[in-house]
Nanobody, 121 residues
């Protein structure tokens, strides 16, 4: 079993900052990629950013220059630093990880439970 535990969401005023974290634990042999998605009410879940085990990143255009993902391999944790937040960033943010649990085994996608980010004055 693999668990992804997110933290760091909350209420912030426009222009403010928040930092999300996501820790992966359990049966982990290797992590191919980790990242963040978000889903606003009435909208589809969308990619925010992913980071591969090689350090390559892919940001959504709407967050590029404002959000920064970083990764700490020792405790299998990723962080999302969100600056210059806008009301349209309001959503539930979900951590996602592509994890292989055994050598040579398949990689599977896992999701966290989500953390709410609300940007409002």
């Amino acid at each position: 079993q693999v668990q992804l535990v997110e933290s760091g969401g909350g209420l912030v005023q426009p222009g403010g900052s928040l930092r999300l974290s996501c820790a992966a634990s359990g049966s982990i042999f290797s992590i191919n990629a980790m990242g963040w998605y978000r889903q606003a009410p009435g909208k589809q879940r969308e990619l925010v950013v992913i980071i591969t085990n090689g350090g390559s990143t892919n940001y959504a255009g709407s967050v590029k220059g404002r959000f920064t993902i970083s990764r700490d391999n020792a405790p299998n944790t990723v962080y999302l630093q969100m600056n210059s937040l806008k009301p349209e960033d309001t959503a539930a943010y979900y951590c996602n990880a592509l994890i292989r649990s055994t050598p040579g085994g398949p990689s599977r996608a896992y999701w966290g439970q989500g953390t709410q980010v609300t940007v409002s004055s």
